[in-house]
């Protein structure tokens, strides 16, 4: 199970691009990077999945070097209602149901 | 399509009670999965389950059971609450398909759970 490292908190203004890097040194062949975005009272939402190299959707992009021991979700052009915790989910797809497992993540505050 | 459903959303038990939290999904996922999170801190697997029929211990499961008899359902009980307990409560479904990219959480709005 490969052990993620985050920053606690990162503090941004409105409308700046937000990256946010997670540590993952002892990554395996068959694991994805999944990162997830969670608001007060409420359950984490699904943001991005990647294997390697750069994945964008419409919420964000996550880029993964070649080593594949860290990884960086970018927000880009950041808005209020971005403030939120951030979890990176390091795991293998195989046998994902042991490895869902959740650090502190990164409390994520967007300022006017 | 209502996704993941838990209920009750907000419980108060007092020491040595028990209760049922009840999670539904209609999402035809196989794996279903109970966190915990506690006041600044990430979330921390209860259980889980791979399918109909069984159960896995997570990180934290002493205190709890939980039951799976129908695929669309996930049961996690406290026999006994104790103050320790008091924790919000998610939820979570999710594919078991060998496809990346269906292999996300999906979360229920949380159950607020407080022994007294």
């Known amino acids: 199970l490969a052990k993620t490292t985050q920053p606690i908190s990162m503090d941004s203004y409105e409308g700046q691009e937000v990256n946010i890097t997670c540590s993952h040194n002892n990554i395996a062949t068959n694991d994805y990077i999944t990162w997830y975005q969670q608001f007060p009272s409420q359950g984490p939402r699904f943001i991005i999945q990647g294997y390697k190299t750069k994945v964008t959707n419409e919420v964000a992009s996550l880029f993964i070097p070649a080593d594949r021991k860290s990884s960086t979700l970018s927000l880009p052009r950041v808005s209020l209602s971005d403030t939120a915790v951030y979890y990176c989910l390091v795991g293998d797809i195989v046998n994902y149901g042991q490895n869902f497992v959740f650090g502190p993540g990164t409390r994520l505050s967007v300022l006017p | 399509n209502a996704g993941v459903t838990q209920t009750p959303k907000f419980r108060v038990l007092k020491t040595g009670q028990s209760m049922t939290l009840l999670c539904a999904q209609d999402m035809n996922h196989e794996y279903m999965y109970w966190y915990r999170q506690d006041p600044g801190m990430g979330l921390r697997l209860i259980h889980y389950?791979?399918?109909?029929?069984?159960?896995a211990k997570g990180e934290v499961p002493d205190g709890y059971n939980v039951s799976r008899l129908k695929k669309q359902n996930f049961l996690l009980g406290l026999e006994s609450a104790a103050p320790s307990q008091t924790s919000l409560y998610f939820c979570?479904?999710?594919?078991?398909?060998?496809?990346?990219?269906?292999?996300?959480?999906?979360f229920g709005s949380g159950t607020q759970l407080s022994v007294l």
């Open positions: 979570a479904s999710s594919y078991s398909l060998r496809d990346p990219t269906n292999e996300k959480l999906f």
């Open positions: 389950s791979v399918g109909e029929g069984t159960t």
